[in-house]
């Protein structure tokens, strides 16, 4: 049985504007994510926000190097699921950037791990 859902991850972590982590026959808990950025993309701070049901859960600042740690409750729906939502402020192609890249994605933040606990 499926537990958990990540929406919005490429294979190499990268992400786009938005995440999401469903989180299935769920009772609460909370989730933390390690956020990481790239130098050679970012020139400024990425800002992740997580929200859930409209609620802002957390929010982060992720400088272009080094990683950055994001922790948030996790609440169950009515159907004892857990949904959040990470949305990331800044989204920058490799190929417009980085010359000779041709990598044409429209990429946010790195996502290099999930980490749940009750």
Do not use: I
């Amino acid at each position: 049985m499926l537990q958990t859902h990540v929406s919005g991850v490429f294979a190499d972590s990268w992400s786009g504007r938005h995440v999401g982590y469903t989180r299935f026959d769920c009772t609460g808990g909370k989730l933390s994510v390690v956020l990481q950025s790239d130098p050679h993309l970012f020139t400024r701070d990425q800002v992740v926000t997580a929200t859930a049901g409209g609620r802002v859960l957390g929010l982060r600042r992720v400088p272009p190097s080094g990683e950055r740690r994001l922790t948030v409750p996790l609440r169950p729906a009515a159907d004892h699921v857990c949904r959040v939502t990470f949305t990331s402020a800044h989204l920058l192609s490799p190929a417009a950037v980085v010359a000779g890249n041709t990598d044409t994605r429209s990429l946010g933040v790195r996502f290099l791990h999930f980490d749940f606990r009750p």
